[in-house]
Nanobody, 115 residues
Framework: HVQLVESGGGLVQPGGSLRLSCAASGVPYSVDCMGWFRQAPGKEREKAAVIRNDGSTTYADSVKGRFTISTDNAKNTLYLRMNNLKTEDTGIYYC??????????WGQGTQVTVS
């Protein structure tokens, strides 16, 4: 049973920082990609950042240079460090995992509000 549990969301002022965490359990060894998706109010869900088993990363253009995705394999935890937050970063952030970055598993999400 795969569980992805996000934490670390909250309310922050523009220009501030947050670090999201995702505690993963039950993830199959064949999963080779994890990441963060987000959904802003009234908008479709979008990919913010992904990291692959080889350590390579991909970021949405809107977050490049501000967000950093990383993993702590010993703790089975995925992180998203978000700096210089903007009001348009407001939304629900979901931890995801999948195969070849086709996401099969989703967390419940954590709310980030920049205001």
């Amino acid at each position: 049973h795969v569980q992805l549990v996000e934490s670390g969301g909250g309310l922050v002022q523009p220009g501030g920082s947050l670090r999201l965490s995702c505690a993963a359990s039950g993830v199959p060894y064949s999963v080779d990609c994890m990441g963060w998706f987000r959904q802003a109010p009234g908008k479709e869900r979008e990919k913010a950042a992904v990291i692959r088993n080889d350590g390579s990363t991909t970021y949405a253009d809107s977050v490049k240079g501000r967000f950093t995705i990383s993993t702590d394999n010993a703790k089975n935890t995925l992180y998203l460090r978000m700096n210089n937050l903007k009001t348009e970063d407001t939304g629900i952030y979901y931890c995801v995992a999948g195969y070849d970055c086709i996401m099969a598993y989703w967390g419940q999400g954590t709310q980030v509000t920049v205001s």
